[in-house]
């Protein structure tokens, strides 16, 4: 049974830095690409970041380029968001994902992820 369990969320002020982490198990990690999702209240689940299965790979959503990075450590079966300069914008509930087999490259559609954690809330203040 594949868990996946995410920490790292919390409250922080404009231009802080919070970093997201995300523990799997239940299959071989080093296998399946990893992303990061957040839902804004009212509003619908978006992309965030995708990191391929070795880590060589990953795709962010424009909004967060440049801000945002996604790292993974596959000895640890740990994914990481690593995120700087956080505006209100940024407030939502962060969900770790992970993505089908595929051989190379990422996803940002939220169909093709199997696996979800149950999120974490980070909150920015303005």
């Known amino acids: 049974q594949v868990q996946l369990v995410e920490s790292g969320g919390g409250l922080v002020q404009t231009g802080g830095s919070l970093r997201l982490s995300c523990a799997a198990s239940?299959?071989?990690?080093?296998?399946?690409?990893m992303g990061w999702f957040r839902q804004a209240p009212g509003k619908e689940r978006e992309f965030v970041a995708a990191?391929?299965?070795?880590?060589?790979?990953?795709e962010y959503t424009d909004s967060v380029k440049g801000r945002f990075t996604i790292s993974r450590d596959n000895a640890k079966n740990t994914v990481y968001l690593q995120m700087n300069s956080l505006k209100p914008e940024d407030t939502a509930v962060y969900y770790c994902?992970?993505?089908?087999?595929?051989?190379?490259?990422?996803?940002?559609?939220?169909?093709?992820?199997?696996?979800w954690g149950q999120g974490t809330l980070v909150t920015v203040s303005s």
């Open positions: 239940g299959r071989t990690f080093s296998y399946y690409p």
């Open positions: 990191i391929s299965r070795d880590g060589r790979t990953t």
């Open positions: 994902a992970q993505d089908k087999f595929r051989l190379s490259g990422t996803s940002a559609k939220s169909t093709e992820y199997e696996y």
